[in-house]
């Protein structure tokens, strides 16, 4: 072949491959494969803005709060009153009279009981100098206060400096309160069987255990064990893969902790002693030790009260997990999963605007209820809302 048949020979020869290969390519383009399904488009949400509003100021410590039927704002200072919030002002209910506040201690959570309007019951968590105990009593009508003072439980333990005194109740989805507490500072507590203290409780209105909890040895109102110093709980709207939502959980100097809502052992032991350089979930001595769904990891940010966000309006913020940060000053939200096992990302929000913030809490008009705890009249409650 001459060298002239040869060059005709390898242009038409490209020719050949360039159009099959344009060819290919507008075939890809407009057939899709027989067996590819297009999927429905994702859509979205945007995140609220918010808006803040000033409830109430000119407090010392507000621990906790919860709303009536008629959606009046009740609340605790940890120095001993319950009072409500009437016209823009303070208006003390009751002051708890045998209050032992201590550092961490004195009159904490607080709830007001789903059937308030039969049976007119209201919950509060306090220590006293023997113990920190869980009273109800009833609200009477109009400015008539409390009467009949339960004590529905007694003999938490309590450190006399008030260290380690948290104490927060919750009514579940399952009709049920629910109690989380702290370990008092003494390292055997938490895995003790028959002290309540560094366990969530779960019992009935009269103090009494529910089925679901621990069997023998435990004492019968205990749910799970292996807890430092529990801050907060939090439910899902129902039980999800197994857990009715989460408990919030002080670390020493690291590993703060959001727990499962599930029964069983979380692995803090700091014993001899109460030795805090122990990890705060110990799966080597203990193989059922149940892992957090979140840590802080080296540093502590101080997470305390937690509530999950509901309503519509609250956007890409529904069904998060809304925590008060009491060292780092802030409301941190938590996207999880659709199983509520996993957190997907964080948030914060009001970093640094209010100081330490105990609590969080969804009010009955959708709107988000934070409480400050920096003491010196300088304490507040604010309503967060979207707008």
């Given at each position: 072949m001459s060298k002239r048949e040869k060059l005709i020979f390898m242009v038409l020869f490209g020719a050949i491959i360039a159009g099959g290969f344009f060819y290919y390519v507008r075939i890809q383009k407009t057939v899709a494969p027989a067996n590819t399904q297009t999927g429905p488009a994702i859509t979205r949400v945007s995140a609220p803005e918010l808006s803040s509003q000033l409830e109430l100021d000119g407090l010392n410590n507000v621990w906790d709060i919860g709303f009536l039927p008629d959606n009046?704002?009740?609340?605790?200072?940890?120095?001993?009153?319950?009072?409500?919030?009437?016209?823009?002002?303070?208006?003390?209910?009751?002051?708890?009279?045998?209050?032992?506040?201590?550092?961490?201690?004195?009159?904490?959570?607080?709830?007001?009981?789903?059937?308030?309007?039969?049976?007119?019951?209201?919950?509060?968590?306090?220590?006293?100098?023997?113990?920190?105990?869980?009273?109800?009593?009833?609200?009477?009508?109009?400015?008539?206060?409390?009467?009949?003072?339960?004590?529905?439980?007694?003999?938490i333990p309590v450190n006399p400096s008030g260290r380690h005194s948290g104490c927060?109740?919750?009514?579940?989805?399952?009709?049920?309160?629910?109690?989380?507490?702290?370990?008092?500072?003494?390292?055997?507590?938490?895995?003790?069987?028959?002290?309540?203290?560094?366990?969530?409780?779960?019992?009935?209105?009269?103090?009494?255990?529910?089925?679901?909890?621990?069997?023998?040895?435990?004492?019968?109102?205990?749910?799970?064990?292996?807890?430092?110093?529990?801050?907060?709980?939090?439910?899902?709207?129902?039980?999800?893969?197994?857990?009715?939502?989460?408990?919030?959980?002080?670390?020493?100097?690291?590993?703060?902790?959001?727990?499962?809502?599930?029964?069983?052992?979380?692995?803090?032991?700091?014993?001899?002693?109460?030795?805090?350089?122990?990890p705060m979930t110990d799966t080597r001595n203990y193989s059922d030790a149940i892992n957090a769904a979140w840590t802080s990891g080296n540093s502590t940010i101080a997470p305390s009260g937690a509530v999950i966000i509901s309503g519509s309006k609250w956007k890409a913020y529904e069904n998060q997990l809304a925590v008060a940060v009491l060292k780092d000053e802030h409301v941190r939200l938590y996207e999880l999963d659709a199983s509520g096992k996993k957190v997907l990302g964080e948030r914060r929000l009001f970093v640094g605007e209010y100081g330490r913030i105990r609590s969080v809490v969804m009010g009955p008009d959708e709107g988000m209820y934070i409480t400050t705890d920096n003491g010196n009249n300088d304490d507040q409650i604010i309503k967060i809302t979207p707008r």
């Amino acid at each position: 072949m001459s060298k002239r048949e040869k060059l005709i020979f390898m242009v038409l020869f490209g020719a050949i491959i360039a159009g099959g290969f344009f060819y290919y390519v507008r075939i890809q383009k407009t057939v899709a494969p027989a067996n590819t399904q297009t999927g429905p488009a994702i859509t979205r949400v945007s995140a609220p803005e918010l808006s803040s509003q000033l409830e109430l100021d000119g407090l010392n410590n507000v621990w906790d709060i919860g709303f009536l039927p008629d959606n009046t704002a009740i609340f605790t200072e940890r120095a001993g009153t319950i009072s409500k919030i009437k016209n823009g002002r303070k208006v003390t209910l009751h002051t708890v009279s045998d209050i032992y506040a201590r550092g961490e201690g004195g009159l904490m959570g607080f709830v007001v009981d789903p059937d308030f309007a039969d049976n007119r019951f209201i919950y509060a968590c306090y220590s006293t100098a023997e113990d920190v105990r869980i009273s109800r009593w009833k609200l009477g009508n109009e400015e008539a206060g409390f009467t009949e003072q339960t004590e529905i439980v007694t003999g938490i333990p309590v450190n006399p400096s008030g260290r380690h005194s948290g104490c927060r109740p919750r009514f579940g989805p399952d009709g049920n309160l629910w109690i989380g507490t702290g370990d008092a500072a003494v390292g055997e507590n938490p895995q003790d069987p028959k002290n309540l203290g560094g366990k969530i409780l779960r019992i009935d209105r009269e103090g009494s255990p529910v089925e679901g909890n621990l069997g023998e040895p435990f004492d019968q109102r205990i749910y799970s064990y292996g807890h430092r110093n529990t801050q907060g709980i939090a439910f899902f709207a129902s039980l999800k893969a197994g857990s009715f939502g989460f408990s919030i959980e002080h670390g020493p100097d690291r590993d703060d902790e959001i727990n499962q809502l599930l029964s069983g052992n979380f692995g803090w032991d700091p014993v001899p002693g109460y030795n805090e350089r122990v990890p705060m979930t110990d799966t080597r001595n203990y193989s059922d030790a149940i892992n957090a769904a979140w840590t802080s990891g080296n540093s502590t940010i101080a997470p305390s009260g937690a509530v999950i966000i509901s309503g519509s309006k609250w956007k890409a913020y529904e069904n998060q997990l809304a925590v008060a940060v009491l060292k780092d000053e802030h409301v941190r939200l938590y996207e999880l999963d659709a199983s509520g096992k996993k957190v997907l990302g964080e948030r914060r929000l009001f970093v640094g605007e209010y100081g330490r913030i105990r609590s969080v809490v969804m009010g009955p008009d959708e709107g988000m209820y934070i409480t400050t705890d920096n003491g010196n009249n300088d304490d507040q409650i604010i309503k967060i809302t979207p707008r």
